[in-house]
């Protein structure tokens, strides 16, 4: 009884935090017979829990939680590192991973080739927590803007992601992991609105 209380209260909790994405302006047509796309990550606006604490005072509320647990200095050093590796590595690895799994045309960074730019700009997250049978799922809200490699002002589609979850049954103890699911589950909804649309 107690296994299928904790799997429906589960379910509510991705009831509640379900993902909100919404066309801002322009429609797919140039992603028709498009075979790879060029990503890029923005984290310039970034903002943290509903105090909308910019990255600074993310990474300075960190330091002072991971001393007021008694742990050492070291440990912020760990988690820091952790920090920027999440963020130029894991975020990236999980969005391509998840965008490539759920649409044909091929994305990756750096991509020469690529006519198009995918500018991922995270603007919110909250990172959720974890306390061992109990926990909540990360949410990201990104805007997502589809513009012309070769002159980046020219923004052919943007779409708005609210509150994409990041969790995943069993939940995750790390905030970054949490935050990377945000990011997988971003784009597998992404890919999946482009395959529909450009059919």
Do not use: C
Request: glycine share 4%; proline share 3%; charged share 30%.
């Amino acid at each position: 009884m107690k296994k299928l209380l904790l799997v429906f209260l589960i379910f509510l909790t991705g009831v509640v935090y379900a993902q909100k994405m919404k066309v801002i302006s322009g429609n797919f047509d140039f992603l028709k017979g498009e075979k790879e796309l060029n990503l890029q990550m923005d984290y310039s606006h970034i903002k943290f829990y509903k105090e909308n604490m910019d990255e600074a005072a993310y990474i300075a509320k960190q330091e002072k939680d991971i001393r007021k647990a008694n742990k050492s200095p070291e440990e912020f050093e760990v988690w820091k590192k952790d920090w920027e590796y999440s963020k130029n590595t894991q975020f990236v690895d999980k969005f391509l991973a998840s965008m490539n799994k759920n649409t044909d045309i091929r994305t990756s960074v750096d991509n020469q080739s690529a006519k198009y730019t995918l500018l991922v700009e995270t603007v919110w997250i909250y990172p959720g927590w974890f306390a061992g049978v109990m926990n909540q799922p990360s949410k990201l809200s990104t805007v997502l803007k589809f513009v012309e490699k070769s002159d980046p002002s020219n923004v052919l589609l943007e779409i708005e992601s609210k509150n994409a979850p990041g969790d995943n049954f069993v939940g995750l103890p790390n905030n970054n992991d949490r935050i990377s699911e945000g990011y997988a589950k971003t784009a597998k909804t992404l890919a999946r609105m482009i395959e529909k649309k450009i059919k």
